[in-house]
């Protein structure tokens, strides 16, 4: 099981810095009515705490044909529908492409030059294309879908047909109504299960499967850490403890950017997966933490400086690894050099894991509150651990910051003055403003 | 010329959460004394400005011994010595290895998965390893190298020499030492020049040059955009405008995140790129803005959402692409679907570019400060030019912030005690102290 070490951010250790046990103890009672309301399921949206019981057949179906009969598996998703996907991919499969088949490719923006990029190396011929969108109108998605379903049915005539995997609403929107029509294959987001919190959904799974990873591997570890955050009470519940810490340092020390710092590189697409998590789920109503992507130990030459020497207004919160499968020892050479004979003996994982504790430690000296995930290992099981407490956890925190944590009413401007732009029947009057904008701009350039 | 559009970070446009035009007149007379320390050369760390005018027949001659004698190209390096490498990488030459030759692998952390993923798809008998450090000392890049070395010479022998191409101080350090040794190739960084504003020496220029980008294109792009910033007048000069509008941000609206968007994929690296220096410089004695790394429109469904509606901590700086140097148009296809058939004949570049300037607008009505660097289009030239704009930027906030922008005095700590953990002589006391805390951290885990 993955631990959460939180000594670093107790008074005990860091002093006035920290949050002391008392505060943490006086904090029950509201985690209770936070849990209260996962318990009582009291939002549609907490349907993603089924997802950890479902069965996989039809997933493992699909992938199946998909290994059997392409070299090449394109997602095309932004958001929740993309994020999920890499994080497996990179933590499971790191630098899949240069070694293994099918090979990935993950479309997850509308830049002209990576899709043409894309297409000069994946012969179509020999590729599938899984599009994911909950509701099914999502407009990157769907113009990248629009263009490969046009080349795919140029290359491929007829048998295109049999190449797109969609992943949306089992009942509603545009690409349900496209998958009927031409009777595509699918899978289905249950209803309720918001893009953010889809990962062990079809949206996830199928890329798990794609790249030879048992699926319910990520659910065995997603329900073992379920079974571990039952209870309210905070000092065992780690998923409830870490929303908790972080959301009292809001409050109680101004410290409300939260940045994770994974020592592993294949874990750093999980880091940009809770950055969209976090963010999206808590920042409303003027409040909210920042989230903030990072990686050890590559950063200590990038961020460190300024988590320990900038404004006071971070938590850092590491995830140290404990065996990274495998391991290189740094071998007996440039011994008259004292300045690097020292690292002579030593493995690779003995310094990144020296550097990691080494910079938990110099946090706290300076009285720098921090934390750390110790993951046992980087697989499917702790990854699926790790999607789910850091999906409670959200929710969790979300319920203490009494916000909605499943909506995000604030990218609706953007989208209403794109759609303007772009012809969209009835935002014509967005057209008008965004022109209307741009002539108020010009003085301002240089 | 690449343009700095500042309208929505003025009162004028987003009301009372802007600056006015007077206060950045006003702010002319602080911005002449931080001039002045910048063309008096007040520090010796200001000599990254006169790498906007060396020569590089050596850079050249030995770009392309590598690129003719070898087809991977593997650069050791951390912070500095990796950032701006792999900025240009991406930005010049996206997916890189999936198509061209040299292939090029940044190992730029201790992570030994990575390395042996690397080393089982880079044959060592066509591999050149580039080792960048400046001090010679960096452990991570230290511990690489002594693999490498080993291993290079296990498989090549006495040609493994001629393999490695060392970068780093003309005289002192250990690398330096090694290369005199057994003479091997090296490149200097000229003294002054601190890792993080490096990337213009031949830190970053050897790669550019083995990718087979003219790196005198990037010259002169950085020397285009100082002539464009010799002047004080803040409203005359984009580096020191950038900078004051950042630094008055924060003082005056007590917002101290910088967030940098590239609508781009290709220029998300330079964006990391930019959160080092910034982060690193500007953050000390309880100051500094924090940037953040980011990119369109990706997070406008990850991050936008915070932008919108979370805490009023943020500027959003966007970088807009004018040209992406192709383009793909959406097809006539689904026409019965309305809620897809309106992106039918528009083009991605058509689609991506709403999209950004639809995110300002949304951010600007939200009376949340924005402002955009447009580029013309994605090439050396203009990498460049930002690599010149966002260094001079830097230099002249630190001036402004009164800390002195080159140095790094936060890592030390977790350096020595990295040292004391790895059995460096001289740091015997360190250990100590991390064998005492990991007993008193016990306590807080669950």
């Given at each position: 099981?993955?631990?959460?070490?939180?000594?670093?951010?107790?008074?005990?250790?860091?002093?006035?810095?920290?949050?002391?046990?008392?505060?943490?103890?006086?904090?029950?009672?509201?985690?209770?009515?936070?849990?209260?309301?996962?318990?009582?399921?009291?939002?549609?949206?907490?349907?993603?705490?089924?997802?950890?019981?479902?069965?996989?057949?039809?997933?493992?179906?699909?992938?199946?044909?998909?290994?059997?009969?392409?070299?090449?598996?394109?997602?095309?998703?932004?958001?929740?529908?993309?994020?999920?996907?890499?994080?497996?991919?990179?933590a499971i499969s790191p630098f899949h492409n240069l070694q293994r088949k099918p090979r990935v490719f993950i479309y997850d923006n509308v830049d002209p030059r990576t899709l043409k990029n894309?297409?000069?190396f994946a012969d179509l011929k020999t590729t599938s294309v899984n599009v994911i969108s909950k509701s099914g109108s999502t407009a990157e998605t769907a113009a990248s879908f629009m263009i490969l379903w046009d080349e795919m049915k140029k290359v491929l005539g007829g048998e295109a047909f049999r190449r797109f995997i969609i992943t949306t609403d089992p009942e509603k929107g545009n690409l349900r109504r496209i998958v009927n029509e031409h009777c595509l294959m699918s899978l289905s987001i249950p209803p309720g299960v918001v893009g953010r919190y889809s990962v062990l959904s079809p949206v996830g799974l199928l890329l798990a499967e794609v790249i030879g990873t048992d699926s319910n591997e990520l659910l065995k570890g997603a329900r073992d850490m379920h079974e571990k955050c039952t209870e309210p009470d905070l000092l065992k519940n780690p998923a409830y403890l870490f929303g908790t810490l972080?959301?009292?340092?809001?409050?109680?020390?101004?410290?409300?950017?939260?940045?994770l710092v994974p020592y592993a590189d294949s874990l750093k697409p999980l880091?940009?997966?809770?950055?969209?998590?976090?963010?999206?789920?808590?920042?409303?109503?003027?409040?909210?933490?920042?989230?903030?992507?990072?990686?050890g130990t590559t950063d200590q030459h990038s961020q460190l400086q300024l988590w320990?020497?900038?404004?006071?207004?971070?938590?850092?919160?590491?995830?140290?690894?404990?065996?990274?499968?495998?391991?290189?020892?740094?071998?007996?050479?440039?011994?008259?050099?004292?300045?690097?004979?020292?690292?002579?003996?030593?493995?690779?994982?003995?310094?990144?894991?020296?550097?990691?504790e080494a910079t938990e430690l110099a946090l706290a000296k300076a009285k720098r509150p921090?934390?750390?995930?110790?993951?046992?290992?980087?697989?499917?099981?702790?990854?699926?651990q790790l999607f789910h407490f850091f999906e409670l956890s959200t929710a969790f925190t979300g319920f203490l910051y009494e916000i909605n944590p499943f909506n995000q009413p604030g990218v609706e401007e953007g989208k209403s003055l794109t759609y303007g732009m772009m012809g969209k029947k009835g935002y014509e009057e967005k057209r008008k403003e965004v022109e209307a904008q741009r002539a108020k701009r010009d003085r301002w350039v240089i």
């Amino acid at each position: 099981m993955i631990e959460l070490n939180f000594s670093n951010m107790m008074d005990e250790i860091i002093g006035r810095s920290g949050l002391s046990e008392s505060t943490i103890k006086d904090f029950n009672k509201t985690a209770e009515n936070a849990h209260a309301k996962i318990k009582k399921r009291l939002r549609p949206e907490l349907a993603f705490l089924d997802l950890l019981y479902q069965d996989t057949p039809e997933i493992k179906n699909i992938a199946k044909y998909i290994r059997e009969n392409t070299e090449n598996f394109l997602l095309l998703g932004i958001g929740g529908s993309a994020l999920g996907p890499r994080a497996i991919l990179e933590a499971i499969s790191p630098f899949h492409n240069l070694q293994r088949k099918p090979r990935v490719f993950i479309y997850d923006n509308v830049d002209p030059r990576t899709l043409k990029n894309i297409l000069s190396f994946a012969d179509l011929k020999t590729t599938s294309v899984n599009v994911i969108s909950k509701s099914g109108s999502t407009a990157e998605t769907a113009a990248s879908f629009m263009i490969l379903w046009d080349e795919m049915k140029k290359v491929l005539g007829g048998e295109a047909f049999r190449r797109f995997i969609i992943t949306t609403d089992p009942e509603k929107g545009n690409l349900r109504r496209i998958v009927n029509e031409h009777c595509l294959m699918s899978l289905s987001i249950p209803p309720g299960v918001v893009g953010r919190y889809s990962v062990l959904s079809p949206v996830g799974l199928l890329l798990a499967e794609v790249i030879g990873t048992d699926s319910n591997e990520l659910l065995k570890g997603a329900r073992d850490m379920h079974e571990k955050c039952t209870e309210p009470d905070l000092l065992k519940n780690p998923a409830y403890l870490f929303g908790t810490l972080l959301y009292l340092m809001d409050k109680e020390k101004k410290r409300n950017i939260d940045v994770l710092v994974p020592y592993a590189d294949s874990l750093k697409p999980l880091s940009e997966w809770f950055c969209q998590i976090w963010a999206e789920s808590l920042g409303k109503e003027d409040k909210g933490l920042t989230p903030y992507p990072s990686l050890g130990t590559t950063d200590q030459h990038s961020q460190l400086q300024l988590w320990m020497e900038g404004p006071e207004d971070k938590v850092l919160i590491f995830i140290r690894v404990r065996d990274y499968g495998s391991d290189i020892k740094i071998p007996g050479v440039f011994k008259e050099v004292e300045g690097l004979s020292y690292l002579s003996g030593h493995t690779l994982s003995e310094l990144i894991m020296a550097e990691e504790e080494a910079t938990e430690l110099a946090l706290a000296k300076a009285k720098r509150p921090n934390m750390t995930i110790i993951v046992p290992e980087i697989n499917a099981y702790h990854l699926g651990q790790l999607f789910h407490f850091f999906e409670l956890s959200t929710a969790f925190t979300g319920f203490l910051y009494e916000i909605n944590p499943f909506n995000q009413p604030g990218v609706e401007e953007g989208k209403s003055l794109t759609y303007g732009m772009m012809g969209k029947k009835g935002y014509e009057e967005k057209r008008k403003e965004v022109e209307a904008q741009r002539a108020k701009r010009d003085r301002w350039v240089i």
